[in-house]
């Protein structure tokens, strides 16, 4: 039995990152190697958290972390699936190469989140008090053409995404990956992307830093 970190720990990890100035990350679709136990390390790379509070009022506005499910995340995380589901090597193959065509169409978020308001942290709810869009570099804003709210998380979601919290609200996200005049959403050589939640009660700013410098020196290959 392969040993795990535990989910508090993937959290505090990140949490750390995110303080410390994260890890730089890369969007090329390059092919990766990785082995199950790369998924905790993946998932802290590519996953933010941050918190507004109303010094004001003396109270907490918003708690959000979301996990960017980008190319290099989605390549971990289905190897590690594969590993913990016992897929055939077809299986895994399959499931990979869905989930990569996906990425070429839209960005995904997974996002779990907790406000001073239950009903107002309802991103699908049209009273919802915040607006989130994906902001790159240059200001330019897109906003999601999906949000998919998790009622009750399946046990999957509960191991590879460790911010599900019994007092969370969990949501999946998806914005395109171009702008209607075909431009990218993320260039190649952005220098970050944002992720934003804001309101009236005030804003929460998810920062991915990307590596530009980095090449897609292989083509997806899989054994």
């Keep these: 039995m392969r040993a795990r970190a535990s ?21 090329r ?3 990766r190697s990785f082995t199950p136990d790369d998924y905790d390390d993946i998932y802290g ?3 933010r958290s941050e918190d507004e509070f109303a010094f004001g009022r003396l109270e907490d506005i918003l708690h959000v972390t979301a ?40 960005h995904r978020f997974f996002v779990t989140m907790i406000g001073n308001r239950y009903r107002e942290s309802d991103l699908t709810d049209e009273r919802s008090a ?3 869009l994906l902001v790159d570099e240059d200001g330019r804003q897109v906003r999601p053409i999906e949000v998919t709210r ?3 998380p399946g046990a999957a979601e509960r191991v590879y995404f460790p911010s599900i919290t019994v007092h969370r609200q969990a949501f999946r996200i998806a914005f395109p990956t171009q702008h209607p ?4 959403v993320i260039a190649p050589d952005d220098d970050h992307v944002v992720l ?4 009236a009660e005030g804003r929460v700013d998810l920062r991915w830093e990307m590596d530009s410098a980095a090449s897609a020196d292989a083509p997806l290959a899989l054994d």
Aim: some cysteine; glycine content about 4%.
């Design 67 to 106: 996990t960017f499910e980008s190319w290099e995340f989605r390549w971990a995380y289905v190897v590690r699936y594969a590993a913990d589901y016992s897929l055939r090597t077809e299986e895994r193959t399959r499931l990979l190469r869905s989930t990569l065509a996906d990425a070429q169409e839209r």
């Design 7 to 27: 989910g508090a720990a993937v959290i505090a990890a990140a949490i750390l990152l995110a303080a410390c100035g994260a890890t730089k990350v890369s969007m």
């Design 181 to 184: 005049d075909g431009t990218p």
């Design 45 to 47: 790379h590519w996953t």
């Design 196 to 199: 934003r939640f804001t309101g």
């Design 130 to 132: 915040w607006r989130v």
């Design 29 to 31: 679709p390059a092919a």
């Design 150 to 152: 998790i009622r009750r």
